[in-house]
């Protein structure tokens, strides 16, 4: 079965860049049927998407209007897996981040999720 | 941004009851609806996809209905295992948006 495996740090200092990656068992990051997500958490915030990576015979990139500026996600072929970068964060980006899978836009399958805090 | 509203926020119910949360788009999102339920320190787990759907290993206990803007998801009898948060989200276009969340308690 599809299997994500999400890693990276739970601490991040204010003004530096948040770092994650999800691995993918089980599908491939260039499918051309499915979406890559980052979504967070956070009791201020409730459940908000961040944005996505997704093949279709070229890759594309969709971001939140809320992010937009800071925010990179992408795919890595050579080990089938993708990341999101988070630049100059600061506490508001305090929250549970989760990447999922999306195949007409439901996320049918989600990472384990990783506290991130932002704190000096 | 399509917003999504749940209610009621929270309810409280016993083993065995009849349970209905309903979730309102800020516009029509034609049948593009999913519900998720989310126990504490896990992830949402899809429960329902466009609008009434069952996603596969789901209890048949669930049902949703629902198009256009009003939307339902509906336990027949709960179990002490459903005891958690609901969440509504539109999969009708991008940006992907969720409801608030409705915590359903003993």
């Known amino acids: 079965q599809v299997q994500l495996q999400q890693s990276g740090p739970g601490l991040v200092k204010p003004s530096q860049t948040l770092s994650l990656t999800c691995a993918i068992a089980g599908d491939s990051v260039s499918s051309n049927s499915a979406g890559w997500n980052w979504i967070r958490q956070s009791p201020s915030r409730g459940l908000e998407w961040l944005g996505r990576?997704?093949?279709?015979?070229?890759?594309?990139?969709d971001y939140a209007v809320s992010v937009k500026s800071r925010i990179t996600i992408n795919p890595d072929t050579s080990k089938n897996q993708f990341s999101l970068q988070l630049t100059s964060v600061t506490p508001e980006d305090t929250a549970v981040y989760y990447c999922a899978r999306t195949t007409y836009r439901r996320g049918d399958i989600w990472g384990q999720g990783t506290m991130v805090t932002v704190s000096s | 941004d399509i917003q999504m509203t749940q209610s009621p926020s929270s309810l409280s119910a016993s083993v065995g009851d009849r349970v209905t949360i309903t979730c309102r788009a800020s516009?029509?999102?034609?049948?593009?609806l999913c519900w998720y339920q989310q126990k504490p320190g896990k992830a949402p787990n899809l429960l329902i996809y466009a609008s009434s759907s069952l996603q596969s290993g789901v209890p048949s206990r669930f049902s949703a209905s629902g198009s256009g803007t009003d939307f339902t998801l509906t336990i027949s009898s709960l179990q002490p295992e459903d005891f958690a948060t609901y969440y509504c989200q539109q999969s009708y276009s991008s940006p992907l948006t969720f409801g608030g969340g409705t915590k359903v308690e003993i």
């Open positions: 516009q029509s999102i034609t049948s593009s």
């Open positions: 990576t997704y093949y279709r015979s070229k890759w594309y990139n």
